[in-house]
T-cell receptor, first 115, second 114 residues
Framework: DQQVKQNSPSLSVQEGRISILNCDYT??????FLWYKKYPAEGPTFLIS?????DKNEDGRFTVFLNKSAKHLSLHIVPSQPGDSAVYFC??????????????FGQGTILTVHP | KAGVTQTPRYLIKTRGQQVTLSCSPI?????VSWYQQTPGQGLQFLFE???????NKGNFPGRFSGRQFSNSRSEMNVSTLELGDSALYLC?????????????FGEGSRLTVL
């Protein structure tokens, strides 16, 4: 069962516009959510995170929104830049022993930002 | 500060062989996790080690094993390789915490099984 889902395999955006990447989860025990960015032949790089006690977290051009009742989170990138083109993974974690070191990842969304 | 270092970066094995992959975490990080990335299954958690003890394990067969040394360096081993084990194996390190928190990933070891 896929506990974290990214339903859009790809997203294409014009430079300067907003990119919105979406993620849904099913496990109500998840309480910490992260977004990672991955370039080809590299490991994932941490982008931004949000705890379940918050509904929004901003870091520069990146903002993550969390809707716990809908079990949905989204990543907004404003303005989008060609260098943002990469695969974006949503990930979730619980608390406690079974969560040590364990992130549950979505399948990823390929973002392409056109100049 | 040096990042997570994984060796080897690429390797080719044949079915039935075994392989050992190595990971050096970021200095000061005591938790090391391993993940398998395949096109079909995405990123899947293998196991996590802290202070030389396995604290958490994913749903992989016993052919997949690992260990951590006193300097926090970690190795994972896959025995009796199968074609389906071809994947990118990623190591990640992190500070101790109640949850996985922010993981710092290495560039991975690309294993091809022929």
């Amino acid at each position: 069962d896929q506990q974290v889902k990214q339903n859009s395999p790809s997203l294409s955006v014009q430079e300067g516009r907003i990119s919105i990447l979406n993620c849904d989860y099913t496990n109500s025990m998840f309480d910490y959510f992260l977004w990672y960015k991955k370039y080809p032949a590299e490991g994932p790089t941490f982008l931004i995170s949000i705890s379940s006690i918050k509904d929004k977290n901003e870091d520069g051009r990146f903002t993550v929104f969390l809707n716990k009742s809908a079990k949905h989170l989204s990543l907004h990138i404003v303005p989008s830049q060609p260098g943002d083109s990469a695969v974006y993974f949503c990930a979730a974690s619980g608390v406690g022993g079974t969560s040590y070191g364990k992130l549950t990842f979505g399948q990823g969304t390929i973002l392409t930002v056109h100049p | 500060k040096a990042g997570v270092t994984q060796t080897p970066r690429y390797l080719i094995k044949t079915r039935g062989q075994q392989v050992t992959l190595s990971c050096s975490p970021i200095s000061g990080h005591r938790s090391v996790s391993w993940y398998q990335q395949t096109p079909g299954q995405g990123l899947q958690f293998l196991f996590e080690y802290f202070s030389e003890t396995q604290r958490n394990k994913g749903n992989f067969p016993g052919r997949f094993s690992g260990r951590q040394f006193s300097n926090s360096r970690s190795e994972m081993n896959v025995s009796t390789l199968e074609l389906g084990d071809s994947a990118l194996y990623l190591c990640a390190s992190s500070l101790e915490g109640p949850s996985a928190g922010e993981l710092f990933f290495g560039e991975g070891s690309r294993l091809t099984v022929l």
